[in-house]
């Protein structure tokens, strides 16, 4: 099978920090993932086969499917407080309406194509379905499937993500580090013109006696060169005049522009509505990176906290429940990690992801790391 | 194949206004459907095999998926002005945060049960990408597919609704009257304890020189027999003590309960921002049945204008777009006909729909229509 | 002083439940009241002054404030969850963008006339700073201050509500029965063309172990005669046409409207999302009577929960907080509660208040109860 | 009278383009203001009294109002399309419910501190009752005032905004140069940390045929110095730790936070639902200054787009309106603009304010500007 699965073989790329590039000034988690928080697991199938013309049906293919469980078991039956929020609304996350009402996420989240939404959404009942107590006759589940389109690379209308990608992707999710890159739902991706993709981060804060994580993972495809900013520098435009032209998306007009999918994670004990809150602040991190949130963007943001204390079973005996949330007096640096650590997702998705041949022969190159660091210094962001 | 497509066998069966029952006071269109809206389109796949014991992937079936085209042409190429509204957000309507960014509509409208969404969404890309120019390369789409969960009746878990039948919905649709009970999405739902399903009804409206027709087609799949008013009369208590124990939904509670689909058209000509305020008065014209929208109740409503003048191409040539509507200061008696034909649509699915008894030998009764009008003339609401 | 406190000599109006209507099937509290919900008080300062011609400002005044206190002490020292909704925005409710953000009520509640919205505003700020440490220096408050339009009868732009009404509602605010009809901020509203204004009405159930209580008091000023529906029978278009024409309010068009604001109290432990949840019943309460929420009207909900637990106090001292909730799966009663409550309270609001002649000599009478009791005997509503 | 209209005497103090340093890369106007979109004008009225101890009533006062209108006429009698948007709530905008419902702004835009919310609501209606026909008996009006928090400076409980105050900045607001700072609604204000109040800047784009104005104008009080961003560079960390500590606020925790009002004006025609999406594009642009939306922080935004073919009259006579708007499709530059524009405000609001000592003798230092060009070398982000 023409899938590979698991970890991107990142060759000479590199994670922004590695480069000497520090976002914001919270520390990270010890794998700056979104996998720093306790009992996330993610699992990547990428989707890459054929090269040459487009024969919509059978490729060339590249595209994927990443899956994220909220904690170590089954999210289904200990359900996690969430919130979704929506920047620029071009886009899908099924389920939105549901998490909206009950504050709750009950299935895994699952990142994918615009048009394999279907399918994933699919396989994904299904794969509930085979584990899950009641689904189908007492039960019902309303999976959360969310896409950003990747046709300048990938044969997006063949739909080539499968039933079995998607189960690939649900059982082989891990804690641990993280692919980045070309992988799982961003394997063709394209980011401020350059490769794009999967990125994740981590900051860590102190609040009160506990510490906490906030750990964001980002499926990244929106921009165009000129508007990113790394730390503040135009590194986009002063790079990309010195490339050969960067393809450009063309939804309609020129210009037209992709989409990023932001799923926030922590251990702190946050209510509903407060994780719409760090939503929000997700935003202000994509700002950072000089997202506009251009027109056909579809720019979505889902956050959850998987506290244990707080996690709540399928079936309720008690009709009263006990929660504890941190005092929104208290918030603050929880907005600020969330900020760094989006920004940062973002950034290392740039610097992970490897130049793409799609179909058609179109190239989406990498961006050029040495160059990155070069401006970087030039503008007083490394220290010599 | 075990498929029956198009009109319900209604058999003794009748619409409302038959039995003599008037709801509101504004007078209807001709056929007392959405249709009545010139150029809406209404497809049924009613998909009904097996019976006895529930063997997942097997059946029995009862269920199917309703498309409907906001006009007589590609909505894909002429977009409609739109808005989406949820009373209670326990179900799914794809495409919402589109359709909140956009304020318009791209795709037809599709009804389904909760675990065929992705199967309907998938067969509509495909549907969609094989008759409209560069879908997924130029141009991406994401569907509008909405559902109730019918697993009271219906092998729900086995998936039932393919491809196949989700494009013979929509190609399949067409003006005229609109079948309803048992029939395409709404064939295995449940309306107050009741058999329901899909419902239809207008009104007319004449404001300054022109008039205006409203028309409302709902998938209704909620409530408790004791909630059942009609006009007022509590027509549910009465009726329900006069029969055998019936079935109740068991979504983790005693109780627990389905959900209604509300599809508002108009032809008059309103922004995205009105059609938003006619949803949340089709939320009244539900509250008039009786319904409290329960917690596990997804209660969606989607509006859409399709006046010819306000239809978006697919590619803009002018930036400068000129649209046409209705004042807000006259738009009262389109309120007034949302939430009366919004009512008789779900009163009309239960006067229609048929008894049906579905998996495991589970049978849920019809309205027994001669108790309703017997109910109806007690209290004076049929003249004698 | 030209102001009459207190009570509502209430002469031969009655409650709704004293003429043999039942609304729903729920029990009311003690009271039928929203003071049925331990702690909450109530208060009302009602100005009424002057007959004729208007003359602005000087009068004649009908007028008034109403202020709602969540529990018995101080809702700025312990703070209370609440939430806020929308049916149609032509209206204000001040504070809404924090109570949005916190989930929680941190002042009293205080309803008046529209152009009086600064004056009670400034009021309850000063009241504040006088009472509660810090504000102004190391602390800030956002006062709620809702409102509903009485030009029809009142001096509305002669703006007579002032400090001392104000404090007075706020310092004679008690438990016990409550007063209804043309007092407090109800004193000069129309409604469904009838003199309206303050109505309550309360509801108990039965959850688990537990016994909760919904108490709703609504400010109603809003829809006209032939909308009114009393359990479903069209009462204003019978009584409408026994009567002399009734002023119609005129804001900008015929058929101009009003608002209403409806609280929502309730001792049950819910947390700011499940407030909301009632705020959406409230509307299909609101529907229940008829409305339909013309584009005049400013219809606003606020729904808080007093449960001593869940009280907020101002200076945190733990960051993490422990908060009990009643679990979503159990609380379909609350939204039947709520329901039925506000359909009641509008009703009280009719049944209560007393024709009242205002500015210019307009007169606009009171339901006439005989005729509401004959119309529901007729139709099989009230028991022979 | 102790009261200072008009102008703010500047002394050194600068704009942040006079010092070398540009944000983004579109033009500005000619006046790099609000003002820059034809038609808008603005009216500071400033009060500025008293030195020492704090005496609640009679000061130091340090506070004021600006007014905005939307255009050369009449808001009130030729309405425009508006949106408001939340990034966090912790404030108020009174008039949101309305502008939501309607998409239309129909009064002046008045920026004040907290407390004087209602003293400046009260005197909006006043003034709008004497200049407009029917207001109190035909017709009713919710005026939009909003606020920042100036109690580190002002004695804010004093409530010493009056209604001369507000009529000054209602009639003497003009076009041309807007003063910026220590002037009108943000005169006690503080931002990172530093003196803020109010700033403003536009920027200038060609879409198709046209060329479009996009205006800002900000009342910020957010923030504390490490936050600060001046194009990415960290000039807060390293300016404040050169200096004598900075006053912080301190509601109910170290590290409270204030507010900031963002008030987007453009000539460009957009519908409301657009002009939601410039509110967005606002929040990317506070984001670009290190904003982080604390969580005492009222962070509101309002847009208007003053086109005159879509302004509305008060008294519709065809109930049919025709529009204008530019196509989604073409939006990007306006999103871009908003962005720079939002960033370039806060930050002339913080070069142009100066020092301030208010109530107990706290002094709020300006930001040092020679050290921001410092480090703006420093950082390469100015040319040598």
């Known amino acids: 099978m023409s899938t590979e699965a698991g970890r991107h073989g990142a060759g000479e790329r590199r994670r922004l920090r590695d480069l000497g590039i520090t976002v914001g000034t919270l520390p990270t988690g010890p794998l700056n993932a979104i996998t720093d928080v306790t009992g996330v697991r993610v699992g990547h199938t990428t989707i890459v086969h054929g090269e040459?013309?487009?024969?919509?049906?059978?490729?060339?293919?590249?595209?994927?499917?990443?899956?994220?469980?909220?904690?170590?078991?089954?999210?289904?039956?200990?359900?996690?407080?969430?919130?979704?929020?929506?920047?620029?609304?071009?886009?899908?996350?099924?389920?939105?309406?549901?998490?909206?009402?009950?504050?709750?996420?009950?299935?895994?989240?699952?990142?994918?194509?615009?048009?394999?939404?279907?399918?994933?959404?699919?396989?994904?009942?299904?794969?509930?379905?085979?584990?899950?107590?009641?689904?189908?006759t007492e039960d019902f589940v309303v999976p959360v499937v969310a896409e950003t389109f990747d046709g300048v690379l990938n044969d997006a209308a063949g739909q080539h993500v499968r039933r079995e990608h998607v189960v690939a992707a649900l059982n082989d999710a891990t804690g641990g580090a993280v692919a980045e890159g070309n992988v799982g739902g961003g394997t063709g991706m394209v980011l401020f013109g350059f490769k794009g993709g999967i990125g994740t981060s981590s900051r860590r804060v102190a609040i009160g006696d506990n510490r906490y994580t906030v750990g964001v993972l980002v499926q990244g495809n929106f921009g165009i060169a000129e508007d990113l900013l790394v730390e503040g520098v135009?590194?986009?435009?002063?790079?990309?005049?010195?490339?050969?032209?960067?393809?450009?998306?063309?939804?309609?007009?020129?210009?037209?522009?992709?989409?990023?999918?932001?799923?926030?994670?922590?251990?702190?004990?946050?209510?509903?509505r407060q994780l719409g809150r760090l939503c929000r602040r997700g935003m202000l991190g994509l700002g950072r990176t000089g997202a506009t949130a251009r027109n056909f963007s579809g720019d979505l943001l889902l956050a959850f906290s998987n506290t244990p204390q707080n996690r709540l079973p399928r079936q309720i005996s008690d009709p009263l429940l006990t929660s504890i949330r941190l005092a929104d007096e208290r918030i603050d640096d929880l907005f600020q990690a969330t900020i760094e650590a989006t920004a940062e997702a973002i950034l290392n998705a740039l610097t992970a992801a490897e130049t793409?041949?799609?179909?058609?022969?179109?190239?989406?190159?990498?961006l050029p790391l040495d160059r990155l660091v070069d401006v970087m210094r030039d503008y007083g962001r490394i220290q010599a």
Not at 54 to 64: A, D, F, I, S, Y
């Open 52 to 136: 040459g013309p487009l024969k919509v049906g059978q490729g060339p293919v590249r595209t994927g499917v990443t899956a994220i469980h909220p904690h170590e078991g089954s999210t289904f039956s200990a359900r996690v407080p969430a919130a979704i929020a929506v920047l620029n609304g071009a886009g899908e996350i099924t389920g939105r309406s549901q998490v909206d009402e009950t504050g709750l996420l009950d299935t895994p989240i699952l990142l994918t194509n615009t048009f394999s939404v279907g399918a994933v959404h699919q396989a994904c009942v299904e794969w509930l379905s085979e584990r899950e107590p009641g689904i189908g």
């Open 356 to 366: 793409m041949t799609g179909r058609d022969g179109i190239t989406v190159p990498a």
């Open 234 to 272: 135009p590194v986009g435009q002063i790079v990309e005049g010195e490339m050969p032209p960067l393809p450009r998306r063309r939804h309609r007009t020129p210009g037209g522009d992709g989409s990023v999918i932001v799923v926030i994670a922590t251990d702190a004990p946050l209510a509903d």
